[in-house]
């Protein structure tokens, strides 16, 4: 299994920014998959879930109404579309597979929100 997050960076306050996460060496289409992120000094905290054909998706109330999770089951991608930035969403952003009692994560891409 492989995971490899990109697209983080530096936007400024009320920007918007795009996540990808290429999976590789498992069925993608499959699985659910979900995004979490990790802020300094804190716990890693889930951010957004999609189920294996992307019918159903579910947020944590922080990122409500402002990140959108997608996925492209022919291309092994999942996206975390990222509106209305604000400077308590900076971390590090990781995807992640579980399959059965496994976790499977992403390196992570960082994302910073400042002016």
């Known amino acids: 299994v492989q995971l490899v997050e990109s697209g983080g960076g530096l936007v400024q306050p009320g920007g918007s920014l795009g996540l990808s996460c290429a999976a590789s060496g498992f069925t993608f289409s499959s699985y659910a998959m979900s995004w979490h992120r990790q802020a300094p000094g804190k716990e890693r905290e889930l951010v957004a879930t999609?189920?294996?054909?992307?019918?159903?998706?579910n947020y944590a109330d922080s990122v409500k109404g402002r990140f959108t999770i997608s996925r492209d089951n022919t291309k092994n991608t999942v996206y975390l579309q990222m509106n209305s930035l604000k400077a308590e969403d900076t971390a590090v952003y990781y995807c992640?597979?579980?399959?059965?009692?496994?976790?499977?994560w992403g390196q992570g891409t960082q994302v910073t929100v400042s002016l």
């Open positions: 999609i189920t294996s054909a992307g019918t159903f998706r």
């Open positions: 992640r597979l579980r399959r059965g009692s496994a976790d499977y």
